[in-house]
């Protein structure tokens, strides 16, 4: 779990950086009808790694209790704290959990139907870890359609190069 509660440090940096980049004034701007607006977005990517921590605590989860439409968060500081919040959570977690809690299985059940089981590190890995990747990807694509520029992630953007 070592090696994931550092993966958490070093990517929350990152996220925290694009999180900066969110205008306040937009909060209830969406690319499509279909999307979540940016603040629910932004709120999302925030406390990702808090939520699946706790997630993670359970031995399984039956998803039809889920509640799958985002909140919308008032302001950028609510983000931030919230975001504040979901490292402390998801880092406390991290470093507490044991080889044999790595170890067990996790399932996600729908209605008492087994959906997948995997052990709880894979399940970090996949669900805290790559699913905030993916939303944070996301974000980058809200941000650049509100001509907002995108900080540095893994290398330069077409806004900033920390090479030039």
Do not use: C
């Amino acid at each position: 779990m070592e090696a994931l509660l550092n993966e958490l440090r070093q990517e929350a940096e990152t996220t925290k950086r694009l999180l900066e980049r969110v205008p306040e004034d937009r909060l209830g701007w969406r690319p499509h009808p279909k999307s979540m607006t940016l603040g629910q977005l932004a709120l999302h990517v925030a406390t990702i790694p808090g939520d699946l921590s706790r997630l993670a605590q359970l031995d399984e989860f039956d998803a039809s209790s889920a509640n799958f439409e985002p909140p919308a968060p008032e302001s950028k500081a609510a983000i931030a704290a919230a975001m504040k919040k979901s490292l402390d959570e998801a880092a406390e977690y991290l470093g507490a959990v044991s080889a044999d809690q790595a170890d067990a299985s996790w399932r996600l059940t729908l209605r008492g139907n087994e959906v997948f089981a995997m052990p709880r590190a894979a399940l970090l890995r996949s669900l805290m870890l790559n699913h905030w990747y993916h939303h944070r990807g996301q974000l980058t694509v809200y941000l650049r359609l509100l001509d907002v520029p995108l900080p540095v992630i893994y290398g330069r953007t077409a806004d900033e190069n920390p090479f030039a």
